[in-house]
């Protein structure tokens, strides 16, 4: 529209020669070398747009719970990743630094942000209620025998400083609120938490010759009802892994066949403390004692908010991880739990605001000497804007040497509704593209 | 919430095509659920409704290929499945199983074995050289038994016929399902080493196992009573 050049020459400054080829053969080397590598990926601004809303939402209700924002590294000491050996060290993605030490990119948050209270903020008043929003990485065996690199995105909070029922059920309270304030509970499906308890189970297990229960564990977490029946253990093994099996359903009659059990009574009490607190707030409770979670630091309650067959959130509490880190090896008690973002956005309709890529208002100069006049019309206008920033309040400039029917053509793709075509003198008319 | 009421949505069972099926339809048949409609030679559908409940509980059934029925299960399409444990060694060799094992159905009797030529020097997997070469379409399964021999072998993956892979001189043994052992001599090849025996499983998606239990454990209390029972007194 006001004739300039491209400027593509001096686009790279001077030394650009030294990484840019502009041969045609190279160039198709360089972009298929510059993909991602496997398990990671490019988020596009649409997806961007509801994983930023999603975290909005989130960071609403953390806060509104007394929960602060903590930033740990992405890279850590392995050590520190390896949580004493609750983590393997296969699944973490590994490096070494300048001096030879081993890093790790973190495979979750829980062992870090542990680290940083123990260290960092020790001493300050407790209890600590932190959360956080990133990427974790994993290493994972495929099913040919290789590996594979896998970014995630988490969102979740990390209460230490709190044991007890109560701090349970401040956590699990937290979560169902998260869960509402995203719209899971109004979706055509319901949530369901699926609750248990490390230390209940592990007192069953005692019972268990040491030599089978590393197997009746093992077997107990993947559900293999079939190696617990066929499999040459010894009798009083099998039959208290099925026992721990058939443990599961609702929260009643869970805690009446636990109560003829040889378990710790004031956990037993906890747990019916907890389970009718949880229903009181209208959440749906399966009592799962064979709910044995991977990651070998939790001690007391273990859960996952499930939907639509898919975890959604998991967590649990984790009374020993402190003490790991901590330079005077005190111990605190901590809970946390982790919302996996990705699925949540995969369960949850598209929301047609997100959705909504068009900004309102594209601003064109038709001439050069309307250029000032224009920055200011779209400067003005972008003050004006006091809802919550969103693509469909931003106010765009025109930038290319483009024909009218061209940048009608591009409002149309994009959606915006209007155009505002800005003459020399600042006067300018608007035109809605069809 | 499956509960059993006549609205609650139907479960979902992922059955294998191929020598599993009729044994499968014919387990389901004697708790009364009915996917005979499988068998009909010009059915062409792959996904149908038993037109009999049990407890009320509405049933469907996918129609997969063998290898598939896992995957339907582990991503929670088909709530249930059944398959031969061969397949489950090898979708989850070497890693956790990502689906439940409710029940061993005593059907489809066969073995993963080791197999050489009638003619090789070696009498055992064990004897193998370093770097022999293993045909098989269960690569996952035979790794993970030269793994636990320590033994570095080449692994050789094959979709069918593995049996032609020594007699073209191709590989040195091969990892295959057993069932009578007829093909293997035919093709001059004896069996020396089991890994392990294999059955028909009931299986499932955990969490929909976990949160749902109830209308699938009534099932399994069925089976156990009116299939695996009558084997019991048949065998």
Redesign the interface.
């Known amino acids: 529209m006001y004739g300039r050049g491209s400027g593509a020459e001096h686009s790279r400054g001077s030394g650009a020669e030294h990484f840019w080829d502009p041969r045609p053969e190279a160039s198709s080397t360089v972009s298929s070398s510059l993909r991602p590598p496997s398990g990671a990926r490019d988020l596009l601004p649409r997806e961007v747009q509801r994983r930023e809303k999603l975290e909005a939402q989130l960071t609403r209700v953390f806060r509104r719970h007394g929960y602060q924002r903590i930033i740990t590294p992405t890279l850590e000491r392995l050590e520190t990743l390896l949580a004493g050996g609750s983590i393997r060290a296969e699944s973490v993605l590994q490096l070494r630094d300048g001096e030879g030490t081993m890093l790790g990119l973190r495979p979750e948050f829980t062992a870090s942000i542990v680290r940083a209270a123990a260290t960092r903020l020790a001493g300050g008043p407790l209890p600590l209620r932190l959360y956080y929003h990133g990427s974790v990485f994993r290493n994972s065996r495929r099913e040919e025998g290789s590996y594979s690199s896998q970014e995630f995105f988490q969102s979740g909070v990390e209460l230490i400083g709190a044991g007890g029922w109560l701090a349970d059920a401040e956590i699990l309270l937290l979560l169902a609120d998260c869960i509402r304030s995203v719209g899971i509970s109004s979706c055509e499906f319901s949530w369901t938490l699926l609750l248990g308890d490390v230390s209940l189970t592990e007192s069953l297990l005692s019972a268990v010759a040491p030599t089978a229960q590393a197997a009746v564990r093992r077997a107990i977490a993947q559900l293999d009802y079939v190696y617990l029946e066929s499999a040459p253990l010894p009798e009083a093994a099998r039959q208290i892994g099925l026992q721990i099996l058939g443990l599961r359903g609702q929260p009643g009659s869970v805690l009446s066949d636990l109560a003829q059990l040889p378990v710790p009574p004031e956990r037993l009490r906890d747990l019916r403390q907890l389970c009718q607190v949880l229903e009181e707030h209208g959440v749906r409770v399966v009592l799962d004692l064979s709910l044995l979670q991977t990651l070998a630091y939790y001690t007391g309650i273990v859960f996952q908010a499930v939907a639509s067959g898919e975890i959604i959130a998991l967590g649990g509490r984790y009374d020993r991880l402190y003490a790991l880190y901590s330079p005077q090896q005190v111990e605190q008690p901590g809970i946390g739990f982790t919302l996996l973002p990705d699925t949540l956005l995969r369960l949850l309709p598209p929301d047609p605001q997100t959705e909504e890529m068009g900004c309102k208002r594209l601003v064109v100069p038709l001439v050069p000497a309307g250029i000032p006049a224009a920055l200011a019309l779209a400067a003005r206008w972008r003050e004006e804007c006091t809802a919550p920033l969103t693509r469909t309040e931003a106010v765009e400039l025109e930038l290319l040497d483009r024909a009218p029917e061209e940048i009608e053509a591009y409002a149309r793709q994009c959606r915006i509704p209007e155009i505002a075509w800005v003459q020399a003198d600042g006067s300018y008319h608007i035109t809605h593209p069809g | 919430m499956l509960d059993g009421r006549p609205d609650s949505p139907p479960i979902t069972i992922a059955l294998a095509k191929g020598a599993l099926l009729p044994e499968a339809i014919q387990c389901l048949q004697q708790v009364g659920i009915d996917f005979s409609r499988f068998l009909d030679p010009g059915n062409r559908l792959l996904r149908i409704e038993s037109p009999t409940r049990l407890n009320g509980q509405r049933y469907e059934a996918l129609l997969v290929r063998t290898h598939d029925v896992p995957v339907y299960v582990e991503y ?1 399409q088909a709530q249930l499945g059944i398959v031969g444990y061969d397949v489950l060694r090898e ?7 990502r689906v ?5 159905l005593q059907f489809g009797h066969c073995r993963m074995s080791v197999a050489l030529p009638q003619d090789s020097p070696y009498h055992s997997a064990a004897q193998l050289p370093a770097h022999a070469r293993v045909a098989s379409k269960f ?2 399964c035979a ?1 993970e038994y030269f793994d636990r021999l320590d033994l570095p072998v080449e692994l050789i993956s094959l979709y069918g016929s593995v049996e032609l892979a020594p007699l073209t001189g191709m590989a040195d043994a091969i990892v295959d399902l057993v069932a009578t052992g007829r093909t293997l001599r035919e093709n001059g090849l004896i069996e020396r080493d089991c890994l392990f025996e294999s059955t028909a ?1 009931l299986i ?8 749902n ?2 209308p699938i454990r009534e099932l399994i209390t069925q089976i156990r009573e009116r299939w695996l029972g009558s084997l019991l007194v048949g065998g």
Do not use: K
């Not at chain 2, 979708?91 to 199983?97: D, M």
């Open positions: 929670g979708r989850y060799a070497g890693t956790e199983a439940a094992h409710l029940l061993d690569v996952g790794r499983r499932a998606h955990p969490i929909s196992y976990r949160v239990q109830q």
